[in-house]
């Protein structure tokens, strides 16, 4: 049974935080705008850049605006930051959603929250962003833990746990947290490196929380935002049209994670899938990685944009 995911008339993506920041970059359009952080028409602050994600998105349908936060960012302060830098009023939001538990996404919840300024504030997430210990195994003598995350954590930064692993719509159906996605291409075979406990035995971990955010852009397609794509951006974008029945693809934005050793070898087929599937933009973010994001605008010219923290999407 395929999930109905309302068509709206606008999307915007505002990115609260990513890697990269160009202050004079001047590359503006109708879908691409840049942030100008001005104060009494002077320039008093720059936008950060930090190896973490965290993006403001809207969605108007029939007059009706809705406001979604997606991910906290990696610092305390970043996106925080940021939002107060372009003068972005964070009480607007009206649901957060999570794409995995890793502290580049998780670790500006506190300072984020506190700027909605609300209480009991729907927050969606795989409960599998909550398991414990966490870390990145490089050897037997060599671990590094990833920051505990709690639900208490949660429900102390005024929000309302809804855990699932099903797709799950949002913000009257204008949006759709995925949910689980399903492992099915043969080269996006997951990160080696990440372990967990599990029952007092060490195992990998697949990072199964891990997931993306779809919209549906009136008779143009899907926008899909992912926060690393561990499960693979390919993977992800067919999970996507699976669940809500639509072949069309407008954007595929978001981390793909294809940064280092393990993952540039599937550079070139990633960027070969993506081709296949036709967005009318791809837009690397994130943990994407600089070879991947050269290789996609190399072999993807007419459909990339280059994404940078403070940067707003338009799609009409």
């Known amino acids: 049974m395929k999930t109905i995911l309302k068509a709206v008339d606008k999307i915007e993506i505002l990115t609260l935080q990513d890697n990269y920041i160009e202050m004079t970059a001047m590359d503006g359009s109708a879908v691409v705008s840049r942030a100008v952080p001005l104060k ?20 108007t349908a ?14 305390e302060d970043g996106a925080a930051q940021n939002a107060q830098t372009m003068g972005i009023d964070l009480k607007e939001v009206e649901a957060v959603a999570l794409s995995h538990g890793h502290s580049d996404h998780i670790g500006g919840m506190e300072k984020l929250t506190a700027l909605i300024g609300k209480n009991n504030v729907p927050f969606v997430v795989h409960p599998s962003a909550f398991k414990t210990p966490r870390y990145l195994k490089f050897g037997e003598e ?38 689980e996605i399903p ?12 372990h967990c406990q599990k029952d007092g035995k060490e195992v990998w971990d697949a990072i199964e929380d891990d997931t ?23 993977n992800t974008v067919r999970y996507a049209m699976d669940v809500t029945g639509i072949d069309k693809i407008h954007a595929v934005m978001g981390g793909f994670h294809l ?32 070879k991947a994001i050269m290789a996609m605008e190399k072999q993807m010219p007419d459909q990339f944009i280059l994404n940078m923290a403070g940067t707003k999407l338009t799609f009409i």
């Open 40 to 59: 009494d028409g002077e320039i008093r602050a720059s936008i950060l850049a930090e190896h973490g994600f965290s993006a403001l998105v809207k969605t």
């Open 62 to 75: 029939e007059g009706k605006t809705h406001t979604l936060l997606f991910d906290f960012g990696f610092s």
């Open 142 to 179: 060599f671990k590094i833990n990833f920051p505990k995350f709690t639900r208490e954590m949660v429900k102390q930064a005024g929000l309302s746990v809804v855990e699932t692993e099903k797709p799950y719509l949002l913000l009257n159906d204008t949006i759709l947290f995925l949910g």
């Open 183 to 194: 492992r099915s291409t043969d080269f996006e075979q997951g990160w080696p490196l990440p």
């Open 212 to 234: 993306s955010i779809v919209m549906n852009l009136k008779d143009k397609g899907l926008v899909i935002l992912s926060g690393c794509a561990h499960a693979g951006i390919v």
């Open 259 to 290: 940064s280092g050793p393990f993952f540039e070898p599937i550079i070139d087929r990633t960027t070969q899938e993506l081709q296949n599937i036709h967005p009318a933009y791809v837009i690397p973010t994130h943990c994407t990685g600089r």
